[in-house]
């Protein structure tokens, strides 16, 4: 039997706590095995404990957020690696802490760990910035959904009337209703533009039972959404500082279809710059978990789901796509319809997202912009075919056409 294969002679395996790490090394001297904490002063002792035995490779688990302060610490000083835990698993019954850092090492010393993508510390610091727009957004929404709620609590009907009730009509016309005017009347004349012409029908939707509970509850809705709105504008400036350098990537993103400038932004805070790291498009797909499953056994196919991936990214994927499909004349419109009719809604925008992410990857490989191939590309890519179908599908209906071809 040929022996075992080495790719480390020196690595060690973590099995990360929230309150200890447990570190076994492997050298050809034999193992050792020590436990730390997770304080900043214990983590540093790891390193200088991993040091003094010229540890070259480590890795740990994607456990939760608890490999963040070790990553953060032995980070640029050792070639550190996360690995996803299912790939992992320790052999059943053998489960203690010292026996999971000791096969995490033996499984990095012999080359079978396939390292998660964990970006640079600016691109992780990007993230945390983008995810945190995303969630004050959300928070907004909610809160403003909780506004219209207590608003339809106490009978007033303004979201009946006017589209928006955070623009400034609505908003004036709630500042009146908190400061205790009762006159319907004088706070409908409050009305802009074109919500003068329902004059009458505000009237009637500002008549209700607004009393002290309800301006109790509308007034903390109110300055709770006007504190989300000064903390998204900070963090979306703060997000264009630290997006300065990538500029011309932001732009050249925010042209292909269904993309703004904020998806853009948030796509390039998890994906990076750097396409490089990346072997090649199928690769970003499949990591990204927007291709189809591929799990076969016995010549049959048992699932086609595409798995669980980077969420937010997914996130920001699926919503472009759904915009894309709102467009018109577009390729990504057209490829939308075309599967949403045959597979449903749900697959149509997951292929669309898995469209966007390869034209996403190429701009930001070669430095281009997104090229459009028009509504009708299908149409176009096999003329014939696209006639004979409308054909057939107008001979079903009892329809007689001749084909005449018409001037170009």
Known sequence: MSAIQVNYER??????????????????????????GTMTKDLLALGDWLSERQVTHVAMESTGVYWHPIWNVLEGTLELVLANARHIKAVPGRKTDVK?????????????LQPSFVPLRPERQLRELTRYRATLVQQRTAEVNRLQKTLESANIKLAAVASDIM???????????????TDVATIANLARGRLRDKLPQL?????????EHHRFMVAAYLAHIEYLDTAITAAEARIDERLLPCEQAVAQLDTIPGISRVAAQALLAELGTDMSRFPSVWHLASWAKVCPGNHESAGKRTSGSAGKGPRWLRRVLIECARAASLTKNTYLAAQYRRIA?????????????????????????RGTTYQELGGNYFDERDREAAIRSALARLARLGVKVTREPTAA
């Open 11 to 36: 690595c060690a395996g973590l099995d990360v706590h929230k309150k200890t790490v447990v570190a076994c090394v492997l050298t050809p001297e034999g193992e050792q095995v020590r436990t730390f």
């Open 341 to 365: 009719a045959r597979r449903g809604k749900n697959r149509a925008a997951l292929a669309v997202a898995h469209t966007i992410l390869g034209i996403i990857y190429y701009i930001l490989q």
């Open 203 to 211: 009237e009637q939707a500002l008549v209700g039972r607004f009393d």
């Open 100 to 112: 999971d850092c000791a096969w995490i090492a033996e499984l990095l010393r012999h080359g079978l």
């Open 167 to 181: 623009g400034v009509s609505a908003q004036a016309m709630l500042a009146e209703l908190l400061a205790g005017n």
